[in-house]
């Protein structure tokens, strides 16, 4: 069965900061993976997604991510953090063929000034 | 930007109701999904739709629960008789295929009282 850890369930980052943040997927073939953003009260927005080609993959809002095949990750990068970043950011891997996404248990991000 | 959406955004009922959760994909989209996130736990899948048919299911989908989409544009979920642990956010997603990404709605935020 496909599961997704995200280490870390709460970041505290200086605005300007780099931020990173984990995720850890366990799946069999080849995953399709997805980082979504949750500001309170709000959806899901997708971030960016993985499906294949190029292991470092880039997304809106300046977020970009690296699949690490040997290492089974997926983290989140930003070079610089905003104070509008601060929100709950989750992982989640699908797979071909097999609609449904597993997400990790999110990573709230806190920004301090 | 065309979008995912969900009413109402907020549903308060009595234990044992039924309730009805509505939702407009977008409109192009052939995959339909429902997902759950229990207040700070992660969200979790419910089940996906395809081609007029439940394609996989969770554990959590019990016989309580049930999909339809009863015209060209609304996707709905019912729960015939509400606990006081369906209380949740509800999200509705939907896909193109199902091998792309899943766009999310805002939610609703069900509370059984």
């Known amino acids: 069965a496909q599961s997704v850890t995200q280490p870390d369930i709460h970041i505290t980052v200086s605005e300007g900061a780099s931020l990173e943040l984990r995720c850890n997927y366990s799946?069999?073939?080849?995953?399709?993976l997805f980082w979504y953003v949750q500001s309170p009260g709000q959806g899901l927005q997708l971030l960016l997604k993985?499906?294949?080609?190029?292991?470092l993959v880039q997304g809106i809002k300046g977020f970009e991510a690296e699949f690490k095949r040997s290492q089974s990750s997926f983290n989140l990068r930003k070079p610089s953090v905003h104070w509008s970043d601060a929100a709950e950011y989750f992982c989640?891997?699908?797979?071909?063929?097999?609609?449904?996404?597993?997400f990790g248990t999110g990573t709230r991000l806190t920004i301090i000034p | 930007e065309p979008e995912v959406t969900q009413t109402p955004s907020h549903q308060v009922t009595q234990m044992g109701q039924e309730v009805i959760l509505r939702c407009v994909p977008i409109?192009?989209?052939?995959?339909f999904y429902w997902y759950r996130q229990i207040l700070g736990q992660k969200v979790e899948f419910l089940v996906s739709?395809?081609?007029?048919?439940?394609?996989?299911k969770s554990e959590i989908f019990d016989d309580q629960f049930s999909v339809e989409r009863p015209d060209g544009s609304n996707f709905t979920l019912k729960i015939r008789s509400t606990k006081l642990e369906d209380s949740a956010m509800y999200f509705c997603?939907?896909?193109?295929?199902?091998?792309?990404?899943?766009?999310f709605g805002q939610g609703t935020r069900l509370t059984v009282v």
């Open positions: 739709f395809y081609n007029n048919e439940i394609s996989e």
């Open positions: 997603a939907s896909s193109g295929t199902g091998n792309t990404e899943a766009f």
């Open positions: 989640a891997v699908g797979n071909f063929g097999n609609e449904k996404l597993t």
């Open positions: 409109s192009n989209h052939l995959y």
């Open positions: 993985y499906f294949s080609g190029d292991t």
């Open positions: 799946y069999g073939a080849t995953p399709y």
